[in-house]
């Protein structure tokens, strides 16, 4: 079964860091992009980064780029996502995906909650 | 800044057809956006419907079918039912690499 599980979230205050981890299972991992997609509480999805495999093409969001950093480990199976100077609005559900083509991202993990408060 | 547009709601009656709309605020939408269409309940990830703008994903009814509607892409559901009734999102691919989401459309089935 092709399965994503994503972990690291918590609470967190603002300008504090986070990382957070997501293992791959069932599938050829190092041969797929992949994604973070976020969605805040109540609100709608919002695409994060992506990493090719190899690491050769890397792009983020203009709301998180400089702060955050995507990276993945292949002989772990594994996608990361290194947050710093985190802020309020970067409280929300974060799932990684595997993306099967442009755009289409599938499966999603679970997801896992940041929130950023004091 | 690319903005993604939505209707933020909607409303259909079971067994009617809904065409939801995506929308680029400095562009026509096409093919090269790479036009993907999901749908998401509350609390679960979403889920697959159209993919490259007019295939469908594995496993969902033809009921649902994506195109592109003038300068937008589309998504059309026939014969709407009761579990239709979800948040609807579309997302475009730049050439820059990076991708964009609309803001979902609410569908009720009523």
């Known amino acids: 079964e092709v399965q994503l599980v994503e972990s690291g979230g918590g609470l967190v205050k603002p300008g504090g860091s986070l990382r957070l981890s997501c293992v791959a299972s069932?599938?050829?991992?190092?041969?797929?992009?992949m994604t973070w997609v976020r969605q805040a509480p109540g609100k709608g999805l919002e695409w994060v980064s992506s990493?090719?495999?190899?690491?050769?093409?890397?792009y983020y969001a203009d709301s998180v780029k400089g702060r955050f950093t995507i990276s993945r480990d292949n002989a772990k199976n594994s996608l990361y996502l290194q947050m710093n100077s985190l802020r309020g609005e970067d409280t929300a559900v974060y799932f990684c995906?595997?993306?099967?083509?442009?755009?289409?991202?599938?499966?999603w993990g679970q997801g896992t909650l940041v929130t950023v408060s004091s | 800044q690319t903005v993604v547009t939505q209707e933020p709601s909607f409303s259909v009656s079971p067994g009617g057809t809904v065409t939801l709309t995506c929308g680029l605020s400095?562009?026509?939408?096409?093919?090269?956006?790479?036009p993907t269409w999901y749908r998401q309940t509350p609390g679960q990830a979403p889920r697959t419907l159209i993919y490259?703008?007019?295939t469908r994903s594995p496993g969902v009814p033809d009921r649902f079918s994506g195109s592109i509607l003038g300068n937008k892409a589309a998504l059309t559901i026939t014969g709407a039912q009761a579990d239709d009734e979800a948040d609807y999102y579309c997302?475009?691919?730049?050439?820059?690499?990076?991708?964009?989401f609309g803001g979902g459309t609410k569908l009720t089935v009523l």
């Open positions: 995906a595997r993306e099967v083509r442009k755009g289409w991202f599938d499966p």
């Open positions: 069932g599938f050829t991992f190092s041969t797929y992009t």
């Open positions: 990493i090719s495999s190899p690491s050769t093409h890397i």
């Open positions: 400095s562009d026509s939408v096409s093919v090269s956006y790479y």
């Open positions: 490259s703008t007019n």
């Open positions: 997302v475009l691919c730049m050439g820059s690499g990076v991708c964009v």
